[in-house]
């Protein structure tokens, strides 16, 4: 045989078994981190109530503290009648353009972000492989918990630390109508 060939076959092969073994990791199952038991907080409480657009001011300025903000792989945030995150991957040599959409629920104080839809450029990938991927390339605050099986985003705000140790907490999300009802908890100790 040939040793142009030979060499044909092998470069052919390498970049078939590159091209299942991405597959494969892009697709398999990830080990879900458990959601961390919510961290109660007592104090005196102060009901804020505000706006999409304020919310989502708030959240890019914590978001952009952490390591997310300093991510090579850039990550935006809008907030209209649903929660909705933008992002892009280089495939190949190539930039992907990424949009979720998803649907804030209010769970023990802290939210879900349970995914509603997702584009990748014209491609038809499964919301899941998404998540794994963002997972993988890109470092989330602690607070914000990736859960790809379960096609959401946890944030529990009981782990952000606000001013003088206060702490957040959501009571109610009703998007279509741009209210956000939060709870700002502040130490009983550190009031007069």
């Known amino acids: 045989m040939n ?3 030979v060499a044909f076959f092998l470069l052919a092969g390498t970049v078939l078994f590159t091209l299942v073994f991405i597959v ?3 697709t398999s199952k990830v080990d ?7 961290q109660s907080a007592t104090g005196h409480v102060l009901t804020v109530q505000t706006t999409a657009k304020e919310f989502e001011a708030i959240a890019k300025k914590y978001m952009g503290k952490g390591p997310l903000g300093k991510s090579p792989i850039p990550v935006e945030m809008e907030v209209n009648e649903q929660v909705q995150l933008f992002s892009e991957l280089i495939v190949f040599g190539i930039t992907v353009p990424i ?3 998803f649907e804030p629920i209010v769970s ?8 509603t839809e997702v ?3 014209k491609l038809n990938i499964p919301p899941s492989t998404v998540l794994k991927l963002m997972k993988d390339a ?3 605050p602690d607070w914000m ?7 959401e985003i946890y944030v529990d705000l009981s782990r952000i630390n606000i001013a003088s140790g206060s702490r957040v907490r959501a009571k109610e999300i009703d998007l279509p109508n741009d209210k956000i009802l939060l709870e700002i908890i502040i130490p009983a100790e550190g009031v007069k």
């Open 32 to 38: 879900e981190q458990a959601i961390p038991e919510v």
């Open 3 to 5: 040793k142009w060939k």
């Open 119 to 121: 584009n990748v450029g």
């Open 99 to 101: 949009s979720m959409d």
């Open 108 to 115: 023990d104080g802290n939210i879900r972000l349970k995914q």
């Open 138 to 140: 890109i470092e989330f």
């Open 145 to 151: 918990i990736v859960r790809p099986n379960e096609e």
């Open 24 to 26: 494969y990791l892009a």
